[in-house]
């Protein structure tokens, strides 16, 4: 059961990660921040380029198609949480659970347990009673409308990151977790440059060097997606359960919100966030 554990890791990092992306889109763009931490990523593995050779040549077009659902994903992601407060994407990221579920039930044919079921129906729960919560309080935090486009965005990414799981949980039967992360990261290198090359988009290399964030960000990745590749691996781990174990981030970023961006209406989000945890503890019993 040590799958638990790992992905419970995962979770809690991404929702550091999800803190560390507002705390560097705020020095740099967009894209200066997602090749710059790509490549840094990249850079940090390359000392396993050893074991990541020998992987079977019909593996490649996989773990390709792998890192153009996460170029996607990462495209919306970053720009969605630029322009959302940081509690609000951490709610919205929630969403995954349902396209992960869909997929792991529809591809993988895993069956839902009664305790999966009460955990998926306490996490939905938990993000339906954040997105309506009592007019008075809505008015009291102050918070500003989000564009619609940008809400789309962040669902969008919960999609293709749900996909990218499913491939993950594939892939790992076959593929070790320093092959998939070695050139997953390798290709989504290749998938940037090229956007950037194509798009002329401009990139202030020196402002992004010096960006610590992007730094940090780049270190969680290579940690977080490392765990959740071992993860997959293990015999017994199911992708149901585990898009569960991964919401641990939402309790994250609503803390982070409210200590580190001075937003409002914690009290409410954290009473979501124990019904979530609720969800979490009672899927994996």
Known sequence: MLWIPLTLLYGVLKGVR??????????????????????LSFVIVLPQ????????????????????VIFLAWMFSFRAIKKMPISLYGVLDLSRVMFATLLGVAVLHETLGLCQAVGLILVSAGLLLLKYRPRGARRESGERSVAVKYVVMAFASCMFNAVSGLLDKILMKDVSSSQLQFWYLFF???????????????????????????????????????ALFVANGMAGSRVTVMTLLKQAGCIVTILAGRCLFKEKDTAHKMVCALIILAGIVTAVL
Not at 22 to 34: G, I, P, Q, R
Not at 49 to 68: C, D, H, I, Q, T
């Open 188 to 226: 989504l290198v290749l998938l940037y440059l090229f956007f950037i090359l194509v798009t002329r988009t401009p990139i202030d290399l020196r402002g992004t060097v010096r960006n610590k964030w992007i730094w940090l960000l780049s270190a969680l990745i290579v940690v977080a997606d490392r």
């Open 18 to 39: 999800e803190i560390v992306k507002k705390k560097a889109l705020e020095k740099n763009s967009t894209m200066e921040v997602l090749f710059m931490y790509t490549l």
């Open 49 to 68: 380029a050893g074991a990541a050779m020998g992987m079977e040549a019909r593996f490649y077009p996989y773990v390709a198609l792998k890192s153009f």
